[in-house]
């Protein structure tokens, strides 16, 4: 396996996974400047085994939820795409149907129209997130997880250099958690993803496949979904979702994981809220914040148009993004109203002003 990762076709391949949408950055065009030698110098790191990831930069982001994005070097982005092209296709056979983030033919839309599917079905609802999902992933567990579909150590090797590269860069983030059988020195454990990396996206499925089939197997949940660290069950008494919290709660614990306490039954009468909507079993809504976040973002990128700071295009794309991920739910009077709100100054041209 190790030396499909390393051949020319795969490195060539990851490059323009990670360059797609993106070659107009600085230093995205600078490693194409010298594609050849780039890809050459990396094959030969991967080869020797001297491959060392590079820094990190980390930012924060407010959509609408305050988190730490941490992008790792081009050059280290296409290593991520090289690896993740030759282990997803063994761990994505295992996957449950309805686990629907970072999978070809998945995605948020078909996630919503799951959920509203099982609204119609099912009387109840238990809707639950995990508590800081991406600092808690504990990389022994994780690696363990690996490697038993993974059986070529070099690619081990490599697993366990991107895992190493990003030890720490959530520290500020997790609160610790002590579960049973802890000591003092369990704070000690390596844990954390960078929310950035395209192996950190991948990995979280992988993590958290084994309590999907938990769910599936053992509670016998017929009616389940999954967008990363968002699930939900449902059923037609609050009784049985009560027993099946009790039940996930200390299976999530054999991962270090933990649920948000405020998670209890809900009818589907009273909307279920999921991936910034709330779902109904004959509509949808969204949810306010994510109106407001959003109406905030419009306004400052239309200041930034009237000043003459960005292209009109940069706007024309955001809210087109934005109006074509809110149409699947019943907004046509938001939509309306927000674009009513975006006033656009005509831009005087050098020939008019003569």
Known sequence: MYDQLCSWENLLLAYRLAAKGKRGLPHVAAFEYRLEDNLLSLQRELIDQTYRPGGYSSFFIHEPKRRLISAAPFRDRVVHHALCNLIEPIFERSFVC??????????????????????????????????????????????????????????????????????????????????????????????????????????????????????????????????????????????????????????????????????????????????????????????????????????????QVNTGEIDLDVLTASVQGWINHVRYANTIGLRTALLNQIVVRPQHSLCDEG
């Open 98 to 303: 309805d686990s629907y983030a970072n999978r070809v033919g998945k995605g948020t839309h078909r996630a919503l129209d799951r959920c509203q599917e099982f609204t119609r079905r099912y009387r109840y609802a238990l809707a639950c997130d995990l508590r800081q999902f991406f600092p808690s992933i504990d990389h022994a567990l994780l690696r363990a997880t690996l490697a038993r579909k993974i059986v070529d150590e070099r690619v081990l090797w490599l697993i366990d250099q991107v895992l190493d590269s990003g030890v720490g860069i959530l520290s500020e983030a997790y609160d610790m958690v002590y579960f049973p059988g802890d000591d003092l020195f369990a704070i000690n454990r390596p844990r954390g993803l960078p929310i950035g990396n395209l192996t950190s996206q991948f990995w979280a499925n992988v993590y958290l496949n084994p309590f999907d089939h938990f769910v599936k197997r053992e509670l016998r949940c017929p009616a389940y979904l999954r967008y990363v660290d968002d699930f939900l069950l449902f059923a037609d008494d609050k009784a049985t979702l009560w027993q099946w919290r009790t039940a996930l709660v200390e299976r999530l614990a054999h991962l270090r994981l933990t649920i948000h306490e405020g998670a209890q039954p809900q009818p589907v009468t009273a909307g279920v809220p999921f991936l910034g909507f709330t779902i109904f079993p004959e509509h949808r809504r969204l949810k306010r914040r994510k109106a407001v976040h959003f109406a905030r973002h419009a306004r400052r990128l239309t200041q």
